[in-house]
């Protein structure tokens, strides 16, 4: 088989694995408080990462800065299809999720205006040399970054309502397979690498807010979609044999890759001035990306080439309950847990996204000293139920460019952020 018929018969693949507290390559790490009440936010004004969670929530946040970071520490294992071929474990790496906030606004006024930076999707896998699915990926590395400007106002005591401009500031990608040919002498495959930088893509992220009392809250939120555009994405392959080096001669591709919009829907209860208590859930839209299509250019015969690779995602929901208890003046405790489903359907799993539904577990605290500075800290544990795979599974949905086998992943992430108030 030709080279140009090898690399395109399964299609590249760009996306991430599976992202902690969200389905998919969703990566749900923004706000430390939040994600120590198990990713609860919608119904809540706790700091300045209610512009991300609820624009309209914002209007009763406090005023102030804050910034923090996350160490996501995974650990994916494979074992192929067949008993007695043992476990295959990633080679994992740690990825370093971020966010930052700043609002400002009369202490006691009706508006905000505010700002932030957070990275909601991106993650690094590098599998095993050898392993089975060599063909389909060996290495992903996923980064993106986005920024909000964001506006708030309380028309009333009890109602407000805010949004927010998204940008895609800055992603990249860079991925790697192998391909089954060999140059002569060598007992190595042919490698093939894609990396590329994305555009500038703009969103937005609406919401209202409904507080009848101090003891109660609830909160709606929608955060639209954003295609991550590869324009202009480079191509290498190395290893090829000198009879086969002609056959494919791209060197750029050009790729879109379609990020979900986001519906959340959330209640804060407040029992008395100690405790806290919330209640989200997220219906996340990933049926919009069915398909991977890319198209490769520059030096191939007859124009351009394409390969496409099917997704089918699906809708996915998730819930989440989380609380807080305020011990004193300066210390805080919060606990929480979250159920997600997965987006991927049965027998369309990827190396890339070895998503599953998962169920999660959150732990946190704060200390303020000075009445101004104060600083967070957060933990996630995340299970992913077993997925599997069969050969007959891939060839009947005609995802035969994945690997039949068994997944399985659980994802620690410890986290801190500091912050001041105005």
């Not at 609380?323 to 027998?347: I, P, S």
Request: proline share 4%; with cysteine.
């Amino acid at each position: 088989m030709q080279v140009k018929s090898l690399l395109l018969a399964g299609g590249a693949l760009l996306a991430a694995s599976s992202g902690a507290l969200a389905s998919g390559f969703q990566v749900g790490l923004t706000g430390a408080k939040n994600v120590g009440m198990g990713g609860t936010g919608t119904g809540l004004y706790l700091d300045q990462a209610s512009q991300f969670f609820n624009p309209g929530a914002f209007a009763f946040a406090p005023t102030g800065f804050q910034v923090g970071g996350n160490i996501a520490i995974p650990r994916i294992s494979f074992r192929p299809a067949g008993a007695d071929q043992g476990q295959r474990t990633l080679q994992n790496t740690n990825v370093f999720p971020f966010s930052g906030f700043v609002g400002f606004g009369p202490k006691e006024g009706k508006w905000r205006i505010g700002a932030g930076v957070y990275t909601p999707f991106g993650s690094e896998l590098h599998y095993q040399q050898g392993w089975e699915g060599r063909y389909a990926l060996t290495d992903i590395n996923l980064r993106s970054v986005f920024g909000q400007v964001t506006a708030a106002y309380a028309i009333t005591p009890q109602f407000s309502v805010g949004g927010g401009v998204t940008t895609l500031l800055y992603g990249d990608v860079d991925l790697q397979r192998d391909i089954p040919v060999q140059a002569q002498g060598s007992t190595a495959p042919a490698h093939a690498q894609l990396t590329g930088t994305a555009e500038h893509k703009v969103g937005y992220n609406i919401g209202v807010m409904f507080k009848p009392s101090d003891k109660l809250s609830a909160g709606l939120s929608y955060r639209s979609a954003v295609d991550a555009h590869v324009a202009d994405g480079d191509v290498k392959l190395t290893g090829l044999p000198a009879s086969a080096a002609g056959s494919f001669t791209a060197t750029k591709f050009d790729v879109t890759l379609p990020l979900p919009d986001v519906y959340s829907f959330g209640v804060g209860v407040r029992p008395d001035d100690k405790l806290t208590l919330a209640f989200d859930v997220n219906l996340v839209g990933w049926s919009r990306y069915q398909s991977l299509d890319f198209t490769y250019a520059n030096g191939v015969l007859g124009g351009n080439a394409t390969s496409s690779s099917k997704r089918q995602y699906e809708d996915a929901l998730a819930f989440r309950l989380g609380g807080q208890y305020k011990f004193g003046e300066n210390f805080t405790l919060r606990a929480g847990t979250f159920y997600d489903m997965a987006c991927v359907r049965n027998g369309f799993v990827t190396p890339e996204t070895p998503d599953a539904a998962r169920i999660g577990v959150t732990a946190g605290f704060s200390y303020e000293f000075a009445k101004r500075f104060g600083i967070d800290a957060s933990f996630l544990f995340e299970d992913f139920m077993k997925r599997s795979q069969s050969q007959d599974d891939l060839i009947s949905n005609g995802t035969a460019d994945r690997v039949a086998g068994t997944y399985k992943t659980t994802i620690a992430v410890p986290g801190v952020q500091l912050y001041v108030k105005f």
